[in-house]
């Protein structure tokens, strides 16, 4: 019972209390950068800030530099590494006044010194230091900026900056015993006595140049370390890493490296500054801290709520030794889990997997009162091994459970549930290590909440402009992936569409319009219709192509487009393939085999008014498959577009293409998404039954309609059609070809093609007008009857453009 005090005791204390007590062991400790860095560090922990520096004066008093930070890199929310002394920025008012200075996203947005930065919607608090040698600077992103208790938390932090005399006026070629200090134009070095004895060299065998100590590193991680001791990779703030050097004898030792870059000016060179420490000999609270600092840098990135969610995983679970971490939204009053993990349903209880029947358990807090009683309370709650609660909450944690509610703007975003199967022993290190990460953790939330709403809003804006289903085809199987870019809200310019043809004809599309915006997905709906309605009208593809460029170029946009047109005659199994300025199409043969299609292209569209389209002919077997794609599968910054078609090549080899919908899945698996991403896949099987085809020009002689039905008869008789068939058709041939020959101009064809037992007679003819059939007829009409009987002969009838006209058609099929 005294136990349960006592953590009672520890729950009420607030956190200025905390922070005085933390930052009297902090300056107990001799004093050495490190120890600044730390006391910094306590502002991200009882303060909620997400950057926190020290400013101190240089050249002679004119300007406040910035030496040393904690927190998210600075340039996030335009800290700079210097300011005039003089200037109206919040560090020189507070240094020059001695008085605490606070400003708003409104007031930043009017200080003559503020930067664009990422997240425009952060306060900036700054407080002077003791003794007038500089003064402390946070950044908070909470709404209304920090809070009174964290105002007196800074002001805890901002009276134990105790400056180490090497801060205000170190001198370079002298650093602490634990520290180093690297000329980065000349690579010359000053190490401490302790970083030479973890190098195991003797001060009088230095040399002084970097390149002794890189030596004796174990070279695999040689590269990350040259990283940090390069300029530009230190520009955005504080790097930290741990590396290994080699022992005379026994494994490697690890060291722990933390470093800035001090801008150089007035003939001083930039400096890299910092320490080097043993690593396995680093303190458990400095390790807490610096998860809180990890978490923060990964938070700061993290898109979507998925991202947010497993960034609190790698950063809780592996140093709490927690059994199962689970993080959820919380959506008017239901909790929506978005990560667990371990993933496997096995490890949740059992109530999770039966009750609320979904893979991630969505369910109102109201079904767990010890849940819904924490998240108004607002605060971390902690129950030890034993604590009755509900079984959906006992079971998560059977050994300890910790719940963290995620504030954010004044609301709670989530919460993260920590569960334990053995008992576990809460030490006030673990309870500021959660608070910290629950504050950072619910804004972090809230912003990829938002991301995640407007990505889905673009993905559905991209999707309704693309093809909902793709159709059934006649001796084919085709399915398509879309894959919108995770680079932002951008949306994309790609598209693809299958359109079924007269005389069993599919004509394949891909393309991509330049852009990543509402234009560019505007023209792609627009480039998308205009394609399907030339293709519809019968022209060959080289003259569809040639129609869209003329059609954009006519737009008068900017934006120009590519495109990849193949017609497959699935009758015959060939195709004929145009290109502009496209990727061209990947064929993989039955037998494995795969091949780039070497096609002539002709220029994008929308760049050239007399643009050409060559027509490049391809032959398919029964088994062949068609990969179209975008170039977002394909090109990345490593790989050029050679070098992907060859790998996509390579992968469509290795794939089971009797399983189209997977293949098109493991295509896209490593996608990088840089870039959106459309993939057309068909596999080419032949049609099971050819159809009989016939065709006849129409003379315009007295004697055309005769001559048809002689040609018609002569057809029907080769195929065996029965006698009562072959009266309807003679009769609609008859009425098909009067009307042409009476209402239209130029040349008349009629085709007859028939399938199975079903006929099919098409007139084609120079005219774009649809035969209207007419309401009603009088006695007297000398016309007319010829559309009524044509219905009442046919099971079906209509009609479809061509190239500069229509085809009139009718299907007749047997009784019974």
Same mark, same amino acid.
């Given at each position: 019972?005294?136990?349960?005090?006592?953590?009672?005791?520890?729950?009420?204390?607030?956190?200025?209390?905390?922070?005085? @007590?933390?930052?009297?062991?902090l300056?107990?400790?001799?004093?050495?950068?490190?120890?600044?860095?730390?006391? /910094?560090?306590?502002?991200?922990?009882?303060?909620?800030?997400?950057?926190?520096?020290?400013?101190?004066p240089?050249?002679?008093?004119?300007?406040?530099?910035?030496?040393? $930070?904690?927190?998210l890199p600075?340039?996030? %929310?335009?800290?700079?590494? $210097? %300011?005039?002394?003089?200037?109206?920025?919040?560090?020189?008012?507070?240094?020059?006044?001695?008085?605490?200075?606070?400003?708003?996203?409104?007031?930043?947005?009017? @200080?003559?010194?503020?930067?664009?930065?990422?997240?425009?919607?952060?306060?900036?608090?700054?407080?002077?230091?003791?003794?007038?040698?500089? @003064?402390?600077?946070?950044?908070?992103?909470?709404?209304?900026?920090?809070?009174a208790?964290?105002?007196?938390?800074?002001?805890?932090v901002? +009276?134990?900056?105790?400056?180490? *005399?090497?801060?205000?006026?170190?001198? &370079?070629?002298e650093?602490?015993?634990?520290?180093?200090?690297?000329?980065?134009?000349?690579?010359?070095?000053?190490?401490?006595?302790?970083?030479?004895?973890?190098?195991?060299?003797?001060?009088?065998?230095?040399?002084?140049?970097?390149e002794?100590?890189?030596g004796?590193?174990?070279?695999?991680?040689?590269?990350?370390?040259?990283?940090?001791?390069?300029?530009?990779?230190?520009?955005?703030?504080?790097?930290e890493?741990?590396?290994?050097?080699?022992?005379?004898?026994?494994?490697?030792?690890?060291?722990?490296?933390?470093?800035?870059?001090?801008?150089?000016?007035?003939?001083?060179?930039? !400096?890299?500054?910092?320490?080097?420490?043993?690593?396995?000999?680093?303190?458990?609270?400095?390790?807490?801290?610096?998860?809180?600092?990890?978490?923060?840098?990964?938070?700061?990135?993290?898109?979507?709520?998925?991202?947010?969610?497993?960034?609190?995983?790698?950063?809780?679970?592996?140093?709490?030794?927690?059994?199962?971490?689970?993080?959820?939204?919380? +959506?008017?009053?239901?909790?929506?889990?978005?990560v667990?993990?371990?993933?496997?349903?096995?490890?949740?209880?059992?109530?999770?997997?039966?009750?609320?029947?979904?893979?991630?358990?969505?369910?109102?807090?109201?079904?767990?009162?010890?849940?819904?009683?924490?998240?108004?309370?607002?605060?971390?709650?902690?129950?030890?091994?034993?604590?009755?609660?509900?079984?959906?909450?006992?079971?998560?944690?059977?050994?300890?459970?910790?719940?963290?509610?995620? &504030?954010?703007?004044?609301?709670?975003a989530?919460?993260?549930?920590?569960?334990?199967?053995?008992?576990?022993?809460?030490?006030?290190?673990?309870?500021?290590?959660?608070?910290?990460?629950?504050?950072?953790?619910g804004?972090?939330?809230?912003?990829?909440?938002?991301?995640?709403?407007?990505?889905?809003?673009?993905?559905?804006?991209?999707?309704?402009?693309?093809?909902?289903?793709?159709?059934?085809?006649?001796?084919?199987?085709?399915?398509?992936?879309? /894959?919108?870019?995770?680079?932002?809200?951008?949306?994309?310019?790609?598209?693809?569409?299958?359109?079924?043809?007269p005389? #069993?004809?599919?004509?394949?599309?891909?393309?991509?319009?330049?852009?990543? =915006?509402?234009?560019?997905?505007?023209?792609?709906?627009?480039?998308?219709?205009?394609l399907?309605? %030339?293709?519809?009208?019968?022209?060959?593809?080289?003259?569809?192509? *040639?129609?869209? =460029?003329?059609?954009?170029?006519?737009?008068?946009?900017?934006?120009?487009?590519?495109?990849?047109?193949?017609d497959?005659?699935? +009758?015959?199994?060939?195709?004929?393939?145009?290109?502009?300025?496209?990727?061209?199409?990947?064929? !993989?043969?039955?037998?494995?085999?795969?091949e780039?299609?070497?096609?002539?292209g002709?220029?994008?569209?929308?760049?050239?008014?007399?643009?050409?389209?060559?027509?490049?002919?391809?032959?398919?077997?029964?088994?062949?498959?068609?990969?179209?794609?975008?170039?977002?599968?394909?090109?990345?910054?490593?790989?050029?577009?050679?070098?992907?078609?060859?790998?996509?090549?390579?992968?469509?080899?290795?794939?089971?293409?009797?399983?189209? $919908?997977?293949?098109?899945?493991?295509?896209?698996?490593?996608?990088?998404?840089?870039?959106?991403?459309?993939? /057309?896949?068909?596999?080419?099987?032949?049609?099971?039954? !050819?159809?009989?085809?016939?065709?006849?020009?129409?003379?315009?002689?007295?004697?055309?309609?005769?001559?048809?039905? !002689?040609?018609?008869?002569?057809?029907?008789?080769?195929?065996?059609?029965?006698?009562?068939?072959?009266?309807?058709v003679?009769?609609?041939? *008859?009425?098909?070809?009067?009307?042409?020959?009476?209402?239209?101009?130029?040349?008349?064809?009629?085709?007859?093609?028939?399938? #199975?037992?079903?006929?099919?007679?098409?007139?084609?003819?120079?005219s774009?007008?649809?035969?209207?059939?007419?309401?009603?007829?009088?006695?007297e009409?000398?016309?007319?009857?010829?559309?009524? /009987?044509?219905?009442a002969?046919?099971?079906?009838w209509g009609t479809?453009?061509?190239?500069?006209?229509?085809?009139?058609?009718?299907?007749?099929?047997?009784?019974?």
């Amino acid at each position: 019972m005294a136990d349960v005090v006592t953590e009672g005791a520890a729950i009420r204390r607030t956190r200025s209390e905390r922070a005085e @007590c933390a930052l009297k062991t902090l300056t107990a400790e001799p004093n050495s950068p490190e120890r600044l860095r730390r006391i /910094l560090e306590q502002a991200l922990v009882f303060a909620g800030a997400v950057f926190a520096g020290v400013y101190t004066p240089g050249d002679g008093g004119t300007r406040l530099r910035l030496t040393e $930070s904690a927190g998210l890199p600075r340039s996030l %929310y335009g800290m700079r590494d $210097s %300011y005039s002394a003089s200037g109206q920025s919040a560090a020189a008012q507070a240094h020059r006044t001695g008085q605490p200075v606070r400003l708003g996203p409104e007031e930043l947005a009017r @200080c003559p010194e503020a930067r664009r930065t990422p997240f425009p919607d952060f306060s900036v608090a700054a407080l002077p230091v003791g003794g007038g040698e500089g @003064c402390l600077v946070a950044v908070s992103e909470g709404a209304g900026g920090f809070d009174a208790e964290a105002r007196d938390c800074l002001a805890l932090v901002a +009276e134990a900056v105790a400056l180490p *005399s090497q801060a205000r006026a170190a001198d &370079p070629d002298e650093p602490a015993a634990d520290a180093f200090s690297l000329a980065m134009d000349t690579g010359r070095v000053s190490v401490g006595d302790e970083i030479l004895e973890l190098f195991g060299i003797a001060r009088d065998e230095f040399d002084g140049k970097v390149e002794r100590l890189l030596g004796l590193t174990v070279p695999e991680d040689l590269p990350a370390l040259m990283s940090v001791v390069e300029a530009d990779h230190m520009s955005l703030g504080e790097r930290e890493l741990e590396f290994r050097v080699l022992q005379p004898s026994g494994p490697p030792k690890w060291l722990r490296l933390r470093g800035r870059l001090l801008p150089g000016g007035a003939g001083r060179p930039a !400096r890299l500054v910092g320490t080097v420490a043993d690593a396995s000999k680093l303190r458990s609270d400095v390790t807490d801290v610096a998860r809180v600092q990890r978490l923060a840098a990964a938070l700061a990135t993290a898109g979507t709520v998925k991202d947010v969610g497993h960034a609190v995983v790698a950063a809780l679970r592996k140093p709490l030794q927690a059994d199962r971490i689970a993080l959820a939204e919380l +959506e008017n009053d239901r909790l929506v889990v978005t990560v667990l993990d371990p993933p496997e349903p096995e490890a949740w209880p059992e109530l999770w997997r039966t009750e609320w029947r979904t893979e991630w358990p969505d369910a109102p807090v109201r079904a767990m009162p010890t849940l819904a009683a924490a998240l108004n309370e607002g605060r971390a709650q902690i129950w030890p091994a034993g604590t009755t609660l509900e079984p959906a909450l006992a079971e998560v944690g059977p050994g300890g459970l910790a719940v963290l509610p995620l &504030p954010a703007d004044g609301r709670m975003a989530g919460a993260c549930l920590i569960g334990w199967d053995d008992p576990h022993d809460f030490g006030p290190d673990e309870r500021a290590l959660l608070t910290a990460s629950a504050g950072l953790a619910g804004q972090a939330l809230m912003r990829a909440h938002a991301f995640d709403a407007e990505h889905e809003l673009v993905g559905m804006l991209q999707r309704t402009l693309l093809p909902r289903r793709l159709p059934k085809l006649p001796g084919a199987v085709a399915v398509a992936r879309y /894959l919108p870019t995770t680079a932002g809200l951008e949306v994309g310019g790609d598209w693809y569409d299958v359109i079924p043809l007269p005389d #069993n004809h599919v004509a394949l599309v891909i393309g991509d319009v330049q852009g990543h =915006n509402a234009g560019a997905a505007t023209l792609m709906g627009q480039m998308r219709t205009a394609l399907r309605a %030339y293709a519809a009208e019968g022209h060959p593809p080289d003259v569809v192509v *040639s129609h869209a =460029n003329r059609l954009l170029l006519d737009m008068e946009t900017d934006l120009f487009a590519t495109c990849a047109y193949v017609d497959v005659d699935m +009758e015959e199994g060939t195709a004929w393939c145009v290109r502009a300025g496209h990727l061209p199409p990947v064929l !993989r043969h039955p037998e494995g085999r795969t091949e780039v299609v070497v096609a002539e292209g002709g220029p994008p569209l929308g760049v050239v008014t007399q643009a050409e389209f060559p027509m490049t002919p391809l032959r398919l077997q029964p088994g062949t498959l068609i990969a179209l794609t975008t170039d977002g599968l394909v090109e990345t910054a490593e790989e050029d577009i050679d070098a992907g078609l060859d790998r996509l090549a390579r992968e469509l080899a290795a794939a089971d293409p009797a399983h189209l $919908s997977l293949v098109a899945d493991a295509l896209l698996g490593g996608a990088q998404r840089r870039d959106d991403v459309a993939l /057309l896949l068909m596999r080419y099987d032949g049609m099971a039954v !050819r159809p009989l085809r016939e065709s006849w020009t129409v003379w315009r002689v007295p004697e055309a309609v005769a001559h048809a039905r !002689r040609f018609t008869r002569r057809a029907l008789r080769t195929w065996g059609v029965p006698a009562d068939q072959k009266d309807a058709v003679l009769l609609v041939v *008859s009425e098909l070809v009067t009307n042409a020959l009476v209402h239209t101009e130029g040349q008349i064809r009629l085709d007859l093609t028939r399938v #199975n037992h079903r006929l099919r007679v098409s007139v084609a003819d120079g005219s774009p007008r649809t035969p209207v059939k007419p309401t009603s007829i009088s006695w007297e009409a000398t016309g007319g009857r010829g559309i009524l /009987l044509v219905e009442a002969m046919s099971a079906a009838w209509g009609t479809v453009p061509v190239s500069g006209g229509k085809q009139v058609w009718a299907d007749i099929v047997p009784d019974g």
